[in-house]
């Protein structure tokens, strides 16, 4: 009998389903929505680093993507659906009610950005967590330990404390704390309410301090003295996490029928999607996944004996069956990759989006016509540019920093940089300083678990970027002098989460053997070119100096000339 699940990714734009048969992994459809409200540019502020999202914008996504899917299906396969799970960015918290609602759900706070989902890269909470920092340094024990020894702006208690030290209205109307990636299969299985609720142990490890050590999250007395607004939440949250392997429940009857799915529809607990995205990949001990996409996260998975008590500095954290039950998962990243090339496109677009906009000489429709064309060519066209500048012919240097610093060591604080500019600096000779920014930006985190010894034995890179651009790839290999493997499927996250949906249907036993059958291989693999390598070697002395000099001159006012 055929069995089918469903993986659900969210992504910083977008959600996407995909169904799968469960038996071979075979992709039967796939079905992908931008959230509305986020494309329209509501409830941010780039300008101050804020970046909310409504959870309307997740509901119709949801929706909408699983109902398209299986509509691209023959009629028997919605029948079959046997399991579900969700993955999504994280940390990505927001304020619910005591019945798990969240606050933006209801009427009074429909259009307040506080009462949403604060996107993992809201870095609106940089003090918060330099105050959880500095408590937990001279605290008996440092609760930030297993997560790197440095607490981010980007997590879980840094941004429910900014929320809270902001809005008045909101602070008296939140009850608990809800992870994106808990509230989805909560939603789903009717187990909103934040004690009930199944907790994600991915989330609740890598960003909000829990850790059995310490029986589960910071104790009341650290919160409280962190700050008194966090007095009794560590009894509004939780003490048990679960791996995504473990069931959430039962799809509920009324969202069964709304998305047309057996009423025995089995919801696994949710996780992250680099987390998920990683057991899509095939990820085995001592594989070093990348996930690249506007931002990169680093994932992998080692055996409890071989940390023999050893703790990581300066990553994501380390935690317990957080990608796959029985081994700790450790994560790393950096906060822009395809986002940097994102910014030099807005650049160089700017003056002709600007004049377009105001010429007389075109009509409408082919005004809008040639900024979408001016849209996708420019990145094209910069890399056929940059692609015949050889690594040594350009003195042009750059750090990845511009939405600051994940790993090695979080700074969110720490800006973007550029160095050796002249007259003769072109475009395509900046974007190539970019493109080997990012990848010396990943070499920085590979040396940190080098020299902390973790090995690594093999590379694997899933995400949009590691399918469109060989030139990205070739480079990051060549930095890296490491080959690196390239995920078949385009849709990696979604797949991992498919896979723990048949896990928590009974399908499989456990993880490791859904990957062995439902794993789609790899598209490509590049090889490092050794003389590059010794080339970018040279330059990544220039890009280390760089970025000490950048990361010194943080805070510090411009000396006058």
């Known amino acids: ?116 989902f604060v996107l993992w890269k809201d870095h609106t909470a940089v003090a918060e967590a330099e105050e959880v920092n500095a408590l937990a340094k001279k605290w008996e024990v440092d609760y930030t330990a297993y997560e790197g020894g440095v ?64 029986g589960g999250l910071p104790p009341e007395k650290f919160l409280a003295a962190l700050d008194p607004l966090l007095a009794g939440y560590r009894g509004r949250l939780y003490s ?137 060519k420019i990145i094209p066209e910069l890399t056929r540019e940059a692609e015949k500048i050889p690594p040594q012919a350009s003195a042009i240097v750059a750090t990845d920093w511009l939405n600051g610093r994940r790993t090695p060591d979080a700074n969110q604080l720490l800006t973007g940089s550029i160095t050796g500019l002249s007259l003769g600096a072109t475009a395509p000779l900046i974007f190539r300083a970019l493109v080997e920014a990012t990848a010396f930006g990943s070499k920085a985190i590979v040396d940190r678990f080098v020299r902390e010894g973790v090995r690594i034995d093999s590379v694997t890179a899933i995400g949009g970027i590691s399918l469109k651009s060989p030139f990205v790839m070739q480079t990051l290999a060549d930095v890296l002098n490491m080959p690196i493997k390239v995920c078949k499927t385009e849709q990696a996250c979604a797949l991992g989460a498919a896979m723990f949906a048949a896990v928590v249907a009974g399908v499989y036993e456990k993880v490791e053997d859904a990957q062995q059958d439902m794993a789609q291989g790899f598209a490509a693999e590049y090889a490092p070119n050794p003389d590059r390598h010794e080339t970018y070697m040279a330059l990544y002395k220039r890009y280390l100096a760089l970025g000490k000099f950048t990361a010194d001159s943080v805070n510090y006012p411009a000396t006058p000339l």
């Open 151 to 214: 607490y981010s702006s980007e997590w879980f208690w840094a941004k429910a404390l900014h929320v809270l030290r902001a809005d008045v209205a909101v602070r008296r109307a939140a009850y608990s704390w809800v992870e994106h990636c808990d509230w989805m299969p909560a939603l789903l299985t009717g187990r909103t309410q934040p004690e009930q609720l199944a907790r994600s142990r991915c989330a609740a490890g890598h960003k909000a301090m829990w850790h059995e050590q310490w």
């Open 240 to 376: 048990q996490t679960f791996p995504a392997s473990h069931k959430a429940g039962l799809i509920t009857k009324e969202w069964a029928d709304r998305l047309g799915l057996p009423h025995t529809t089995a919801v696994g607990v949710g996780a992250f999607d680099c987390h998920m995205g990683a057991v899509g990949a095939g990820i085995r001990p001592y594989t070093f996944v990348r996930v690249i996409g506007t931002s990169t996260c680093d994932v992998m998975v080692v055996k409890p004996d071989d940390l023999s008590g050893k703790l990581i500095r300066g990553i994501c954290g380390q935690v317990d069956g957080s990608v796959i039950p029985g081994m700790v998962g450790l994560e790393a990243g950096q906060s822009s990759f395809g986002d940097v090339y994102a910014w030099f496109k807005r650049v160089l677009a700017f003056p002709a989006q600007a004049i377009l906009a105001q010429t007389n000489l075109l009509d409408e429709e082919t005004r809008r016509r040639l900024l979408d064309e001016l849209g996708e």
């Open 1 to 116: 009998m055929k069995k089918y699940v469903i993986g659900l990714d969210y992504g910083s734009d977008s959600c996407r389903a995909i169904v799968v048969d469960a038996l071979t992994g075979k992709e039967m459809a796939t079905s992908v929505r931008c959230y509305p409200r986020w494309s329209a540019g509501k409830y941010c502020d780039p300008q101050k680093n804020s970046y909310r999202q409504h959870p309307l914008d997740y509901v119709e996504a949801m929706e909408q993507t699983i109902t398209e899917a299986l509509k691209k299906c023959p009629p028997e396969v919605a029948k079959s659906v046997v399991g579900l799970s969700f993955d999504t960015t994280g940390s990505t918290p927001v304020p619910v009610d005591e019945s798990g609602t969240p606050l933006s759900l209801l009427p009074e706070f429909a259009e307040n950005p506080n009462a949403m």
